[in-house]
């Protein structure tokens, strides 16, 4: 049995990226009707992805997400391959991040810390259990002195003695808050803050 040489590697991985292209730009060539169906298939699939994929792989993402960065890069791997099947876009020269910019899809930080200013919002909004909105705080009510942080509605932010407390709910919700802006905090009711909030975190 024949072993296969890395020139021959080399040559497949070549013919395959060309047959990728070729494909591509037949889909391109094609009538307009064409066109617009395949962007129509395009489209249906990533709604396909949002509403029956994206709530599985992003169960409990609020506590998983401060996960090593080698593990959410799993993740995102994960959902760089699932886009490159929907678009069918096989070459190596494309980057994942213009794929998934392209669609407006976000990060897992970005969708980890998305949840996590909803989580923050329904506590101080008086919807989240009684002993969540007490691990809340605002630092006008710590801090007596009047400064820029205190009068934006910010929260206080315990300082950490132990590095594991950086991942719990206290510690990374006033920090996600306090990067939000004034207009997005003062949205009522939630519907309209998940709006305003969605389009603060792809911008």
């Known amino acids: 049995m024949k072993s296969v040489t890395q020139p021959t590697i080399y040559k ?13 730009i037949g889909l391109k060539v094609n009538k307009k009707t ?3 169906s395949i962007s129509q298939i395009i489209l249906f699939m990533i709604t396909i992805y949002k509403t029956s994929i994206q709530p599985h792989v992003e169960y409990y993402i609020t ?6 960065k080698c593990q959410i890069q799993r993740v995102e791997r994960l959902k760089n391959k699932i886009f ?5 876009d096989y070459s190596w020269n494309t980057s994942p991040r213009d794929i998934l910019s392209k669609f407006n899809i976000p990060s897992v930080s970005q969708r980890r810390d998305y949840f996590n200013c909803i989580n923050v919002y329904r506590c101080l909004n008086g919807s989240f259990p009684i002993y ?3 691990m809340l705080s605002y630092a006008r009510d710590i801090n007596s002195c009047v400064t ?4 934006n509605n910010n929260l206080y932010v315990l300082r950490p003695r132990v590095e ?13 808050y306090n990067n939000i802006s004034q207009d997005v905090k003062n949205a009522q009711p939630l519907s309209c803050f998940k709006v305003s909030l969605k389009s603060h975190s792809i911008s």
């Open 63 to 68: 506590i998983w997400g401060y996960a090593p």
């Open 34 to 36: 064409d066109v617009d």
């Open 148 to 151: 820029s942080h205190t009068t």
């Open 84 to 88: 490159r099947l929907i678009i069918r």
């Open 164 to 176: 594991m407390y950086r991942q719990s709910f206290q510690y990374t919700g006033p920090i996600v």
């Open 12 to 24: 497949l991985r070549e013919r395959n990226t060309e047959t990728s292209k070729e494909l591509r």
């Open 132 to 134: 969540m909105s007490d």
